[in-house]
């Protein structure tokens, strides 16, 4: 699988699924019995779920904040981040 295939993987995964993902790699990679090639390789998908698994974190934390900031101090719902 290409580097770019495991980020396209990724990019579809929800957070909980992107950091039970993470989460088996770093077990893996703890136990220290994977081959030097295997661990890099899961490192690198380590790596990609991370940054999605923050990417989705930034995206939650905006609505919430979006939430927050109502015109009265008062939540009114959500709306688009981005009204594109």
């Known amino acids: 699988m290409s580097d770019q295939n495991k980020t396209q993987d990724v990019s579809a995964l929800s957070f909980e699924q992107a950091l039970k993902q ?6 893996k990679l703890e136990r220290g019995d994977v081959p030097l ?6 490192y690198e998908q380590g790596e990609a779920l991370k940054k999605r698994c923050g990417t989705l ?15 009265d101090g008062t939540a009114k719902g959500t709306e688009p981040l981005d009204p594109q």
């Open 37 to 42: 090639e295997d661990s890099i390789a899961l």
């Open 57 to 71: 974190l930034t995206a939650a934390e905006d609505k919430v904040e979006k939430i927050r900031v109502g015109a």
């Open 22 to 27: 993470l989460e088996t790699i770093v077990d």
